[in-house]
């Protein structure tokens, strides 16, 4: 049951941009946004947001949009993230489409639209163990095919797309999603290769494995996915520059101290562009297990990462479970629902 579970839950990735402000990094600054009323509206509802009271952070966030006449990233943002925390898909899909209007170019409005997509697919509460539904995969496929056409360089799309079409039971049309996915694809790169095993089975689709990889670790060592089989897996994508990544530092050791004797494995992979900040954040907050600077992109397009922190749990059969997006989720229940039960200690 335990690993039906976890197939089932790998069904709904989810791939909401949250990284350290992510309205500023990607959309230029509007006058709708610095308006005083949209400002203070912005902060009341991140503070709801910080103490998990979703539903006022939503409904915050949208008076703010409505004060903005739709034209603020920042309440969109916010919105969206709102919303499929709380797995309210029709609301995720409306704030990214909204926001994906914003984009100030064709490769924003791509990233935007598998947003959407994703926000789609994302299961109603209390049934994260259900299929999405034919209406749900239709509308991922269709905003997903949107983000191909706005950049074909967009592998993620490609993912989404593919998975819409096999929920819908279209396996040929998948096969065929993920082998234009490879030709797109730099020959020889992650995203070549993921899409090769994509084409090859699309199943994997909805029902992902680890996918293999060799990497360098801080202290030189070589470390493989072969290693990690028959381990329970947690892998950590951060940044020492995204405050979100540093607010769970001490979280993360405490899963990595509490349960490195029962059969987890905690991998960082870090995608710093300065490896002096790099080792110096290692060494000043003493983070003791594997740690992987991403320097050429090779892991985060294997495991199709586009925001961060993004955390992805792996049971010891290599099945993909979790993937989450976002920090102060509780990292804890989820992985005590996939580390084998006789590793479990007590609480």
């Known amino acids: ?149 706005h950049d074909k360089t967009n592998f993620a799309a490609y993912d989404v797309e593919g998975r819409a079409a096999m929920l819908l039971g279209n396996g040929g049309e998948a096969r065929e999603i993920f082998a234009m996915m ?13 899409a090769h095993r994509l084409a090859s089975n699309p199943d994997r689709a909805i029902n992902p494995t680890m996918p293999s990889f060799s990497a360098t670790t801080l202290s030189g060592e070589k470390l493989t996915s072969d290693e990690l089989a028959g381990k329970t897996v947690l892998l950590d994508f951060w940044a020492t520059w995204c405050p979100a990544c540093v607010e769970d530092t001490d979280y993360l050791k405490m899963l990595a101290n509490r349960y490195k004797d029962h059969g987890l494995a905690v991998v960082s992979v870090s995608v710093d562009s300065s490896e002096m900040k790099w080792k110096n954040y290692i060494e000043e907050n003493r983070m003791r297990w594997p740690q992987v600077l991403d320097n050429d992109k090779h892991m985060r397009e294997l495991f199709n990462i586009g925001a961060f922190p993004t955390y992805v749990l792996v049971d010891e059969n290599t099945n993909i479970c979790e993937r989450i997006v976002g920090s102060r989720e509780d990292l804890q229940a989820k992985l005590l629902k996939i580390l084998p039960p006789a590793s479990t200690p007590a609480k």
């Not at 490879?182 to 993921?194: D, Y």
């Open 1 to 149: 049951m335990r690993i039906l579970s976890c197939v089932a839950s790998a069904l709904f990735f989810t791939a909401a941009l949250v990284s350290t402000s992510p309205a500023e990094d990607l959309f230029p600054p509007t006058s709708a946004c610095s308006d005083a009323k949209v400002t203070a509206l912005n902060a009341q509802a991140a503070q709801f947001a910080e103490r998990r009271q979703l539903d006022s952070a939503a409904d915050t966030y949208a008076k703010a949009d409505k004060q903005a006449k739709g034209q603020c990233s920042r309440s969109l943002f916010g919105e969206y993230d709102s919303a499929l925390k709380m797995q309210q898909a029709k609301l995720a899909v409306t704030a990214a489409t909204k926001l994906a209007a914003l984009s100030p170019d064709d490769a924003t409005r791509s990233m935007i639209e598998v947003m959407a997509a994703n926000g789609a697919l994302t299961p109603k509460q209390g049934e994260e163990k259900s299929r999405a539904s034919k209406e749900q995969a239709e509308e991922a496929y269709r905003l997903a095919k949107g983000a191909i056409q």
């Open 182 to 194: 490879e030709r797109n694809a730099p020959a020889g790169s992650a995203a070549a290769m993921r």
